[in-house]
């Protein structure tokens, strides 16, 4: 397979991360700590590396959290800035803080204008349940709304996370069934599907809403199947990602041939690895 887009990685301004955030990032990473730092500023490392692991284009995740993580609305500019290098092999996101931003619509507006790809929302990096629009925080879904308007996806993780200060109770893929009844012609990303412990809301929200895809990063590929065992009913709508370099996420290709080991039809791998990505984020000519 040569055109494998991995949908998840991070590629952030690591620089700006709190100084207990990038402690914990750091750790198990020590001996090539500083080869991730420069690749942070250095997009043809970067695409050496995704060469020497056979992976055609990655998503740079990038979202704003000022309080939680350190990133503020400068990693936008950053992932556009980044993705320059190679537009068709890097495919840069962001993010509008709705606790932060005072025109939802026109902040969505700028990312479109930057060129980002997928509008990224963290719920427990960014202190609200996906759906919190429903309980008071409008600029949320003036986020959303703008995004169903201007056909960007959007991204939302879902799951646990473990840096410090991230609140794991807005992980769970619930809160999706309202973002995907109220704005129905969204492209919700679920990153992540729920894992570690959500895995059975993912799957209902995959199989009732069509426009919910699933982002299969953050889930160990040789236990995919453990987690979703019924993988093959949504697998048109799932998508290939890692979360490298995250916590756990050490190389690539390794992932891939992980995943190339389990027991699916060649179709499927085939769907996951490469076509369901160029439906949601088609190469833009
Ligand atoms: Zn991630």
């Known amino acids: 397979m040569t055109r494998i887009t991995d949908v998840h990685i991070h590629i952030q301004p690591w620089r700006d991360m709190l100084p207990h955030v990038q402690a914990s990032m750091r ?22 590396v995704m060469d020497r ?11 704003p959290s000022p309080d939680v993580m350190g990133f503020n609305d400068t990693t936008n500019t950053f992932a556009a800035n980044y993705a320059r290098a190679n537009p068709e092999r890097l495919l840069p996101y962001g ?15 700028k990312l479109v204008d930057l060129g980002i790809r997928v509008l990224k929302i963290h719920p427990p990096h960014q202190g609200f349940p996906a759906n919190a629009y429903t309980d008071g925080l409008d600029a949320l879904g003036k986020i959303y709304r703008r995004c169903e308007e201007r056909g960007l996806p959007v991204m939302v993780h879902t799951g646990t996370s473990i840096f410090p200060g991230a609140r794991s109770k807005y992980g769970n ?8 009844i109220d704005f129905p012609d969204l492209s919700i990303l679920m990153a992540h599907g729920g894992r570690p412990l959500y895995m059975e809301e993912a799957f209902f929200i995959l199989r009732r809403h069509r426009r919910v895809w699933l982002d299969l990063s953050g889930i160990p590929p040789a236990r995919l199947l453990e987690y979703f065992p019924r993988l093959a009913d949504v697998v048109d709508r799932a998508l290939w990602g890692t979360d490298w370099p995250s916590p756990g996420v050490k190389d690539l290709r390794q992932n ?6 389990l027991p ?14 160029l439906a949601l984020l088609p190469p833009r000519p």
């Open 95 to 109: 993010g509008v803080h709705p606790r932060v931003t005072k025109d939802p619509a026109g902040d969505v507006d």
């Open 264 to 277: 699916l039809t060649d179709e499927h791998r085939h769907a996951i690895l490469e076509r369901n990505a």
């Open 53 to 63: 692991s056979g992976v055609w284009r990655v998503g740079l995740v990038n979202y």
């Open 256 to 261: 891939i041939d992980q995943f190339l080991g």
């Open 27 to 48: 750790r198990g990473k020590e001996d090539h700590w500083d080869f991730l730092l420069a690749m942070m500023d250095d997009p043809q490392a970067l695409l050496e």
């Open 173 to 180: 893929p619930m809160e999706l069934d309202d973002v995907a």
